[in-house]
């Protein structure tokens, strides 16, 4: 099914989709596909199309904790398999928050509002 | 002499609460299909007026959860997919929503879901009201979910777009109503994107052909705290539902302005509902 969306001609903003044929007015534009743009794309009013969403990059809380000067000391003086057991423990520990967004503090709910 | 007389209270029940306090546990089929009916009651108790649904326990998964009501085998859904959409903490017991519909006596009540996960799990309680809240005059008769995407067990996606604190694009709910109805309720969602930070969205609902969208419904506020709880929600459980009136046979759409740029992060998914 074709979809189309509505633009403006001068800023290229978009304005507005639509799965009915659009008529646009004095100063619009429409670009018309043949489905319906997915989540990972996005307007881009450059070009007056739709362009890849960039991804998402979560940052991980392991890496974070190498840069913490107290852990680093005890990591130093761990050989390679108490270092592999101390991973396997923390992912465990810290479950589904391992991962954070990139703008979050590196603190478990640090950032809490 | 004057006397007074006290109304009857109006009678008050919670369905699908289990003897240790929890929920009825549903469980979704395969992937993006919906599972089988789980019972919350064999029998209405009173002549419903409003339910306050409350969803919670489960992953980190994107669901749509069914209504309906009916005999074994012959369910008929009367909520359609209710959009449930748990953080990164998975499910907490904070996603109510409340729907004014009026349902029968004796009736049968019972619950489906589907997941983007096949065969997960989550819970559903249900109260049972015989009055409705605040100024809603009159229950509804009937539902219909605008915008649901059963094929990734989400909603529609909203892009308020790149530029801080200004209207995006109006992104279509439904291209035309099948009844008019008396109000409208909005169920917002992560769209399957979760690790989110804080952001305030500002929410427009209007009706009409596109590029000559009506304004219903103006800056709608809705919430993501971000952090481990970074489901999104709106301002108060009850705030999703707008008493504000739409034709049948228009095309309804929703934009957004939002606190946040970031192309990942300002999107939120989104179901909207008119009730009869």
Redesign the interface.
């Known amino acids: 099914m074709p979809w189309?969306?509505?633009h403006d001609l001068t800023t290229g903003?978009?304005?507005?989709?639509?799965?009915?044929t659009?008529?646009?007015?004095v100063g619009?534009a429409v670009h018309v596909r043949t489905n319906r743009a997915a989540?990972a794309e996005?307007?881009d009013e450059a070009t007056r199309t739709f362009v890849a969403?960039?991804p998402?990059v979560?940052a991980d809380r392991l890496d974070d904790l190498q840069t913490w000067p107290e852990f680093q000391r005890v990591w130093a003086v761990l050989n390679a398999a108490r270092r592999t057991d101390l991973r396997t423990a923390l992912i465990r520990l810290i479950g589904?928050?391992r991962?954070?967004?990139q703008?979050?503090p590196a603190e478990?709910?640090?950032?809490?509002? | 002499m004057r006397r007074l007389l006290s109304p009857a209270s109006p009678r008050w029940t919670v369905a699908g609460m289990t003897t240790v306090i929890a929920g009825t546990v549903l469980t979704a089929g395969t992937a993006n299909v919906k599972g089988s009916w789980a019972q919350l009651t064999s029998a209405l108790p009173f002549s419903v007026d409003a339910i306050l649904v409350r969803l919670g326990v489960g992953t980190a998964a994107d669901r749509l959860v069914d209504l309906g009501v009916g005999p074994v085998g012959d369910e008929q859904v009367v909520v359609p997919d209710i959009l449930f959409t748990p953080g990164t903490a998975g499910a907490t017991d904070r996603h109510w929503t409340y729907w004014p519909i009026r349902l029968p006596s004796g009736s049968r009540l019972a619950a489906r879901c589907q997941c983007v996960t096949g065969a997960a799990t989550m819970e559903i309680t249900c109260e049972l009201r015989e009055s409705l809240l605040g100024r809603h005059r009159q229950s509804g008769q009937q539902i219909e979910a605008w915008g649901a995407a059963t094929a990734d067990s989400g909603g529609t996606s909203v892009d308020p777009g790149a530029t801080l604190h200004t209207k995006g694009a109006w992104s279509q709910l439904t291209a035309s109503t099948g009844f008019p109805c008396r109000a409208i309720q909005l169920i917002p969602g992560v769209g399957s994107n979760r690790g989110r930070v804080y952001a305030r969205w500002g929410v427009d609902v209007g009706i009409g052909p596109s590029g000559d969208e009506q304004l219903l419904a103006e800056n709608v506020r809705i919430l993501c705290t971000g952090s481990a709880r970074d489901e999104i929600s709106p301002f108060s459980g009850l705030g999703r539902l707008l008493p504000v009136p739409v034709p049948a046979g228009v095309r309804v759409a929703m934009r957004a302005q939002c606190s946040v740029t970031n192309s990942a992060d300002r999107l939120f998914d989104v179901v909207g509902y008119g009730i009869r």
């Open positions: 189309s969306y509505l903003r978009l304005l507005s989709e639509s799965d009915a659009v008529v646009p007015k619009q989540e996005m307007w969403r960039p998402k979560l589904r928050h991962f954070r967004n703008a979050e478990i709910d640090g950032g809490e509002k």
